[in-house]
């Protein structure tokens, strides 16, 4: 590939984003951590028992904004009300395109009242950098790329999430005595074998509470071993486990996070410039769509904020990208999230038909991790017709079955609704790479509003 390729240079080889999007070849977002410090299954089970401590040092994108146009800047691209943020602050920051369509979410972190740091899937932060550095904006951008795109750099921060009932019992014996209560959603800052950290009181497995049962740790990366050692010390004796990235990808399923919703930036005159100026060597350049769900429409595989439970955080008191559009959604009717609830008859016939060859090969079910698609997206039925899409899928010992993450039309969304799942691609794979050839198939569900745990 040309370094120099622009996504929008890309998009000019296909006759249409969809294309490009199909016939991706299904690549893994690069988790640099173990799969696995014990095993999956325990380290599942301790985020609900006692604690899990995920190493978030090297696979998220970190930019930085600092200035004094640090705020509007955010609030501009952001539809998130910004008036009282600041230093030890922390949201769940959302950006749309100008019809209203989801670009991405990651985390706003205020480490002082005009510095900002955006961390996630390098998806928000490439496009809140884009309007930095393109607009009138008097705002510093330092970028902190994820090790796999930039395997030679140092990262600036360590980065240490732990979940579970006993995490604030571990961080307090870490730090050496009682720990200040940290309000939900915002940072507090202490030290841990001496050195300074900010913890930011947030959940990223289970249903997220007002206690501090979930904490993720900041740091200078010159502190990240003799942090991470002092961790591991103190959690010996409450049953601390170090997750991998098999049981980390997998806290989604009982959280309810949607991760990686496709990013509405393939298609409009209004975004171009911003395919313009981004790398086809991000992942949205090398992403794929994958999944039962056939559509010649790409809007079709965009979100709007209600499809992924973020309607909350809609808020038209200022003006922001995509605001007119999401004016007129507001009012219409929308997709809710829920959980669907495999049918473990489906499940064990789908992986011993796989297995054995018999039972027309269907598309293997892996585990705990069922995904296999950056943007997967599968057929939800209610007799013949489409109620919604199916996207990350896997399992739980939390909660001994396989739930996926759906957004089902808001009058099929109830509690014990029974739909239908098309598992498979229509193709039978014949588009992705590493993608065995399989036939599509039927699996039962039941539709649960609230966390199936």
């Given at each position: 590939m040309n370094v120099n390729e622009t996504l929008d240079d890309k998009l000019q080889r296909y006759d249409s984003p969809l294309t490009m999007l199909r016939t991706a070849p299904v690549m893994k977002y690069v988790f640099p951590m173990a799969d696995e410090y014990t095993n999956w299954r325990d380290e599942q089970a301790a985020w609900k028992d006692s604690a899990v401590l995920f190493d978030q040092s090297f696979h998220m994108t970190d930019i930085y904004f600092k200035g004094p146009d640090v705020k509007r800047l955010f609030a501009d691209v952001g539809v998130n009300n910004l008036d009282s943020f600041g230093k030890n602050k922390a949201k769940q920051f959302l950006a749309v395109n100008h019809d209203g369509y989801v670009i991405a979410d990651a985390i706003l972190f205020g480490l002082d009242d005009d510095h900002y740091s955006l961390v996630g899937t390098p998806v928000a932060p490439n496009w809140v950098a884009y309007h930095a550095?393109?607009?009138?904006?008097?705002?510093?951008?330092t970028r902190d790329e994820r090790t796999p795109a930039n395997p030679n750099q140092e990262r600036l921060t360590f980065r240490y999430q732990l979940n579970g009932p006993l995490t604030e019992e571990i961080v307090a014996k870490a730090h050496g005595g009682p720990?200040?209560?940290?309000?939900?959603?915002?940072?507090?800052?202490?030290?841990?074998?001496?050195?300074?950290?900010r913890a930011l009181n947030h959940t990223m497995a289970g249903v997220p509470g007002?206690?501090?049962?979930?904490?993720?740790?900041?740091?200078?990366?010159?502190?990240?071993?003799?942090?991470?050692?002092?961790?591991?010390?103190?959690?010996?004796e409450f049953g601390l486990r170090q997750g991998g990235v098999r049981s980390y990808i997998s806290a989604t399923y009982e959280s309810g996070w949607i991760p990686s919703p496709t990013p509405a930036i393939y298609s409009g005159d209004q975004t171009r410039p911003y395919r313009q100026w981004l790398s086809a060597g991000t992942l949205e350049g090398h992403a794929s769509i994958g999944g039962?769900?056939?559509?010649?429409?790409?809007?079709?595989?965009?979100?709007?904020?209600?499809?992924?439970?973020?309607g909350r955080l809609v808020k038209f008191d200022h003006d922001f990208i995509g605001r007119p559009a999401l004016e007129r959604l507001a009012a219409q009717p929308h997709r809710r999230k829920v959980w669907l609830r495999w049918n473990q008859d489906d499940v064990t016939r789908i992986i011993g038909a796989s297995m054995s060859g018999t039972g027309g090969n269907p598309k293997f079910i892996d585990l705990p991790n069922v995904s296999w698609a950056h943007f997967e997206f599968d057929a939800v039925l209610s007799g013949d017709q489409l109620v919604g899409l199916s996207t990350y899928a896997g399992y739980t010992v939390n909660l001994r079955s396989v739930v996926s993450l759906a957004m089902v039309d808001?009058?099929?969304?109830?509690?014990?609704?029974?739909?239908?799942?098309?598992?498979?691609?229509?193709?039978g794979g014949r588009s992705k790479l590493f993608v065995e050839p399989h036939v599509q198939t039927s699996i039962r569900a039941t539709i649960s509003t609230t966390p199936p745990v």
């Open positions: 550095e393109t607009g009138d904006y008097d705002v510093e951008v720990l200040d209560h940290i309000r939900f959603f915002q940072m507090g800052e202490f030290t841990i074998a001496g050195r300074p950290v007002r206690e501090m049962t979930g904490l993720e740790i900041v740091g200078q990366a010159a502190d990240r071993d003799a942090v991470l050692g002092a961790l591991l010390q103190a959690g010996q039962s769900f056939d559509s010649d429409v790409l809007e079709d595989y965009y979100q709007t904020p209600w499809d992924l439970g973020y808001e009058d099929h969304a109830r509690d014990g609704a029974e739909v239908t799942l098309l598992w498979g691609q229509s193709d």
